[in-house]
T-cell receptor
């Protein structure tokens, strides 16, 4: 049973560029959440997708957008990259039913460096 | 604004020691508190706590929640070098199970 998988593992971009990060949830999970973790800090919630809709959003600008596909996989898009967007981007998946519902399981993340 | 505070920020102990990590929170519509261990990148799930006073235990790790005083502790007994990691506390708040994280406690276990 594969866990949460994210791609790519590392990415280097320059200011002003756009980036797309991808996430495949754990088998059987229907909800995907995205977090940004800056160095030395805890993860910060970006947004969450369920049934292909953005269900909840944190305090991130509109430059951050996402999508969920019918197979529950998800993408995070960031436009007009800033130096401050450099961070580890974590995807977490969960399911809405069952004993372990709402426990979020994390992928290994994508390390984004903006130069 | 929802807030989770962990203490200490970092800790260095010797193998065999017992450690206690603290997590206090202020959130609206509390639903649960979760502990994660982050060694390199992926935080791995340890415990989910929803009820006060009920200890969750897994091997040498245990955790308890106090919903009246708004805090939780994570205990690790007989520490090993493999316990070296960042321990993250998160609270599930409001609708839709968004997690609010603390900054983490960096634990280093010396042999």
């Amino acid at each position: 049973d594969a866990g949460v998988t994210q791609s790519p593992t590392h990415l280097i971009k320059t200011r002003g560029q756009q980036v797309t990060l991808r996430c495949s949830p754990k088998s059987g999970h229907d909800t995907v959440s995205w977090y940004q973790q800056a160095l030395g800090q805890g993860p910060q919630f970006i947004f969450q997708y369920y049934e292909e809709e953005e269900r909840q959003r944190g305090n991130f600008p509109d430059r951050f957008s996402g999508h969920q596909f019918p197979n529950y996989s998800s993408e995070l898009n960031v436009n007009a990259l800033l130096l401050g967007d450099s961070a580890l981007y974590l995807c977490a998946s969960s399911h809405t039913l069952g004993i372990a519902k709402n426990i979020q399981y994390f992928g290994a993340g994508t390390r984004l460096s903006v130069l | 604004e929802d807030k989770v505070v962990q203490s200490p920020l970092s800790l260095v102990v010797h193998e065999g020691d017992t450690v206690t990590l603290n997590c206090s929170y202020e959130v609206t519509n509390f639903r649960s508190l979760l502990w994660y261990k982050q060694e390199k990148k992926a935080p791995t799930f340890l415990f989910m706590l929803t009820s006060s006073g009920i200890e969750k235990k897994s091997g040498r790790l245990s955790s308890i929640l106090d919903k009246k005083e708004l805090f939780s502790i994570l205990n690790i007994t007989a520490t090993q070098t493999g316990d070296s990691a960042i321990y993250l506390c998160a609270v599930e708040a409001q609708y839709g199970n968004k997690l609010v994280f603390g900054a983490g406690t960096i634990l280093r276990v010396k042999s």
